[in-house]
């Protein structure tokens, strides 16, 4: 049973903010008007009809609890077993499966995160949901949301709660479990999210002195309510008392009746006595008339006027002369007030002596701070029931045929006649021992039968139990790792999906209820979370990370403002799409690598991030983030995915734009390199042809010089053959000038 906290807040408000001096005594309480006392005659009414409409599925409920505990055997049963030397053996095979699936829910926890309504919003929510993060970690609120989880599917329902404390040296918002046996719903209500409902109840033993000094000024009320009985004593007000109360008065064929089961044991009567008081906590609706303001958002105002706005939209305004702002903003035609009927909550406690307190909700949510997870509903009355439920009967036929088996197996049936054996003392003794000698009397006949293939046939249906069991709650021999008749992978993955197609119901009822438990989470942070904070959270490379929010600054015109203020913004709070279907994600996972393997290289780079945020593995985030990075990618569900999207293909056509200057340029440059070149040579060309001529005109001034040319060019040839030139460089031969066909230098 958990605590309730006491707080130092004077006035009168809910267990999480209650405590502080008593309020100066009044000659008439408010509590005590006949207008105070008709109200707790409404509330107590709806506790009656809570409690009489559940007090048979209720304790159908504890039967199931008591059958994942090991608790399956009915006291008559147990006891014939005990008459004839066997003990009640159990064999859970329903923890076994609840387990299995428990397990799921706690390797395969949901993410979530807050995005915020406008671009102005972004960093805000980023802040709310590091804040929320963090309140996680201080509440350790994942193992409250596997409680509640592992409620829901035992006895089909579990609770979670969340609110503010008014102790100032511990964190303010508080987010835990509530034990399914300590809450009461209103019968009527149909929505997963509890919101057709008119009230619901929290009922909690607590010591006397602790009530008094939860609520001083009503401390007659709490010594007149409180009784003195053993520690796990249950007086008139507890559920099993009034159940049975209610079953005999109206003679219900009840299961209460019929099932024969002891709730309670020895344990229960441990002769410690001391005085206590149930108070019973009821959160209800009232329809109230009420004043709301309707705002008008144009796409002319300024984000900051819009988001203010935003904010003021369906607030509650008091009757009478409206604030001088708010009707500033109605005469410039921002917005307007309107008349609605509304349901309001309220919060009530009591015993069964009066009222300790009744009062509007403090929250601004105006729901309830229940948050419920339902398994499965009875369509006929809308009772909740677990996994379990339908799991019961294969499970005690298991055991009763594993005691029959065992009993037909361990004794021996004796046919005799009345002189078959003098002693038959001796006989009973001997038939029960595998190594018995018998003596019987000559001419008498004693036969011994042992109906083995009678057990054979209550082993075998207790096959079909297990069977049934693994159809009933989907946890298949393959999900639970054991050895299966399945030979090939592909119908071992068949046979895990088929587990996780038939647990969806809960794990997609379990999302939903977080979904509706966050957005609670998130209006107290944003209502009550206004002074300056700085905390830490761990991030997913179990690194330190700090973030701090309505901090006081400066605005660049030195006016105060404050920093990173998270309550002037709205979020919305969305839990994580996780698959829970473990081997299916495994399975998508393993083929996408596959075909990714069979693509070309440059398709296989734009598409390895998507493949790889499929994978379960450590920093997958991160690995996902780098890829990007070096291929240049988006993440797509960025909050500023488009921008990033627009910059880059602006990026990219700057840069193809820049490589064409660039290739334009280098032709240019090698354009004019091969000009040049061409030019050179054709100089050359005619340099050479220029002292070519000047040498044909020498010769044919002076014939006798022709020989000694000759030799020279002759000389030139030889020393060029005996040292070629280095780098492979071709040596091209001297070439005379022109000379008609045949004719000699020598000759001439």
Not at 81 to 102: M, T
Not at 596 to 603: A, N, R
Not at 633 to 647: G, N
């Amino acid at each position: 049973m958990a605590n309730f906290e006491i707080g130092v807040i004077r006035e009168h408000v809910p267990f999480e903010m209650r405590g502080g001096e008593p309020d100066p005594i009044e000659p008439t309480h408010p509590l005590d008007t006949e207008e105070a006392k008709a109200n707790l005659a409404k509330i107590k009414e709806w506790w009656t009809e809570a409690r009489t409409t559940a007090a048979d599925n209720r304790f159908e409920q504890s039967i199931d609890a008591d059958f994942f505990d090991g608790l399956q055997w009915t006291d008559a049963d147990a006891d014939v077993l005990k008459e004839r030397g066997q003990a009640p053996l159990v064999f859970n095979q329903i923890q076994q499966h609840i387990r299995w699936i428990l397990g799921t829910e706690r390797r395969t926890r949901v993410d979530y995160k807050i995005h915020g309504r406008n671009k102005e919003d972004t960093k805000p929510a980023a802040s709310k949901t590091k804040l929320m993060k963090y309140t996680d970690d201080v509440n350790k609120a994942q193992y409250a949301r596997s409680s509640a989880f592992s409620d829901m599917t035992k006895v089909g329902v579990g609770w979670l709660e969340t609110g503010i404390r008014s102790d100032p040296t511990d964190e303010p918002l508080f987010d835990r479990w509530e034990s399914w046996r300590n809450m009461w719903n209103d019968p009527l209500a149909k929505e997963l999210d509890n919101s057709d409902a008119r009230f619901v109840f929290r009922a909690k033993w607590l010591d006397e002195d602790v009530g008094i000094a939860m609520f001083p000024d009503r401390e007659h009320i709490i010594k007149e309510s409180s009784v003195s009985h053993e520690l796990f004593g249950f007086g008139e007000d507890d559920d099993v008392g009034f159940y049975s109360s209610v079953h005999h008065n109206h003679s219900l064929d009840s299961s209460l009746i019929q099932s024969g089961r002891s709730m309670f044991d020895d344990s229960f009567h441990i002769g410690v006595r001391r005085k206590r008081v149930r108070l019973i906590e009821c959160w209800y609706r009232v329809p109230e008339n009420v004043r709301l303001v309707r705002s008008r958002v144009s796409p002319a105002h300024s984000p900051l006027f819009a988001n203010q706005l935003m904010r003021i939209n369906g607030r509650e305004v008091k009757t009478g002369t409206l604030p001088g702002p708010l009707q500033q903003l109605i005469d410039d035609g921002h917005a307007s007030v309107y008349d609605a009927l509304k349901m309001k909550v309220h919060v009530a406690i009591f015993t069964h002596k009066g009222l300790l307190q009744d009062m509007p909700s403090p929250y601004r949510h105006d729901k309830f701070p229940f948050t419920p997870m339902w398994a499965f509903k009875r369509d006929r009355d809308n009772m909740p029931y677990g996994v379990i439920r339908n799991m019961r009967d294969p499970q005690e036929d298991l055991n009763k045929r594993r005691s029959k088996a065992l009993f037909i197996l361990s004794t021996n049936r004796v046919i005799a006649d009345d002189d078959a054996v003098e002693d038959w003392d001796e006989l009973e003794e001997q038939v029960a021992r595998p190594d018995g000698i018998i003596k019987k009397l000559r001419g008498s006949d004693l036969e011994i039968h042992n109906d083995t293939a009678l057990a054979r046939e209550h082993v075998m249906l207790m096959d079909q139990d297990r069977q049934f069991l693994e159809q009933s709650s989907g946890v298949t021999e393959e999900n639970r790792g054991e050895s299966t008749n399945a030979i090939s992978g592909t119908a071992i993955n068949l046979r895990q999906s088929q587990g996780s197609v038939v647990t969806a119901d809960l794990f997609d009822n379990m999302r939903f209820a977080l979904q509706i438990h966050g957005e609670k989470k998130l209006s107290l942070i944003e209502q009550f979370y206004t002074e300056p904070k700085q905390f830490r959270i761990t991030n997913d490379r179990k690194g330190a990370e700090f973030e701090s929010v309505n901090m006081p600054g400066q605005s660049e015109q030195g006016e105060l403002q404050i920093e990173n203020d998270i309550t002037r913004s709205l979020a919305d709070f969305v839990v994580d799409t996780a698959d829970f279907r473990e081997s299916v994600r495994i399975a998508m996972f393993e083929s996408m690598m596959n075909l990714l393997g069979q693509l070309d290289p440059e398709i296989q780079l734009q598409l390895i991030d998507l493949v790889i945020e499929m994978a379960d593995i450590p920093n997958r985030d991160e690995m996902v983030r780098r890829i990007r990075e070096i291929n240049g990618q988006v993440d797509p569900d960025a909050e500023d995915a488009k921008e990033q999207i627009e910059a880059r293909a602006k990026q990219r056509g700057e840069d193809a734009e820049r490589d064409k200057r660039e290739k334009e340029a280098e032709i240019g440059t090698k354009e004019s390199r091969t000009a040049k070149t061409y030019s050179d040579a054709a100089t050359a060309e005619g340099a050479a042809m220029k002292t070519a001529a000047e040498i044909a005109e020498l010769i044919a001034a002076n014939p006798g010089m022709a020989a000694a040319i000759d030799e020279l060019f002759a000389s030139f040839k030889e020393g060029a053959e005996a040292f070629p030139p280095s780098g492979g460089a071709q040596v091209l031969p001297f070439e005379s000038p022109e000379r008609p066909p045949g004719q000699q230098l020598s000759q001439e």
